[in-house]
């Protein structure tokens, strides 16, 4: 393994971002500042379905960046994955959680319907068939189907130069970020189709960044980082000229939505190029992570049932937190593991 990375070290780079080679990263590396953009995004994504306080665009933030995260995590390897593989890894990771809880979720529609005298239609909707019983479920799905696609995509280009991945990736990127930033304020989407015209660009962009992860030239890498950024920060400023140019108001939504993910890129960006060290603390955090975006609506329901949740809400984030942090950390020494 020495003599390996002695020779990557003193290999001759190019000079030029055109020629750029990839390194060989382990998929156990945990990236020190990712790690906590995780537990940062779970906690805001968790803020907002507490109390209607919480800024909407910090949720949307923490939401996009962990759209980008899933996403770029499935091609940071120089190899591709199988894709039978791959299906399994996701159908492990994401689809028997997504059944499990959806199951969880809809048994208390259930009880809802029998202790309140609440109707079929009032729980229960065909499009729960595509995001499951809970509405933040709808991220697991998505994210499978995001990652067959990223994974199918990487295997039919494997042997293509990574200029010619990444930078159509990001191109891409930015122009879905305008096309659906734009869209959705025309067009007034429906569950899930809402959801997905937000993640849709994460696609695109995920797949870059996870590629530019294994590029082994510094230099190479912030360039690629900055042409990310850049790219969705235009596409945010265009966003803002065609609204403008149109002189209608409810086109400023599709302005928030391309702001928020030029943002989020950034952030991302900033976040991969300084990793840091990490931290015993933030290692645990970021384990519970996916158990507290799960679990927290759970949680949520008996303050407000118990009208204990409407007066403070920072000492509510706090409890949701906190309560479904123990959750996930006990379920995880249990065979329940595998759904959080």
Known sequence: MNSLADNLTVRTLPNSIIGVKTAVVSRQLRIANIERLRITSV??????HTHKWFPNNLCFVGL???LLCSCAFVVNKPEAYGLVDLTKRKTRRLM???VFW?????GLGLAKMILRNVSFSDVFSPMMLLTGTRIHLWYL???FVAAMLIGFVHRRIRNIPERFKIVPAILIGALSVLTFSIMQSYVDLWTPLVQWALGLPAIPLGFALGRIMLVQDVRHRRNYYLLATLSTAVAAIACIVLVRLANEMHLNYGIII????SISVAIICSALYWQGHLDAISRELASLSYGI???HPLVIAPFYLFGIAEQHP???LFLVLSVSSLITHIMRKTPLKQFV
């Open 43 to 48: 906690f805001a994504v968790v803020s907002f």
């Open 64 to 66: 996009i960046i962990l």
């Open 96 to 98: 028997v959680p997504w």
């Open 102 to 106: 959806s199951v969880v979720y809809g």
């Open 141 to 143: 799905p998505f994210v």
């Open 258 to 261: 391309a702001m928020r993910y």
């Open 293 to 295: 975006y799960l679990i």
């Open 314 to 316: 920072l000492v509510l």
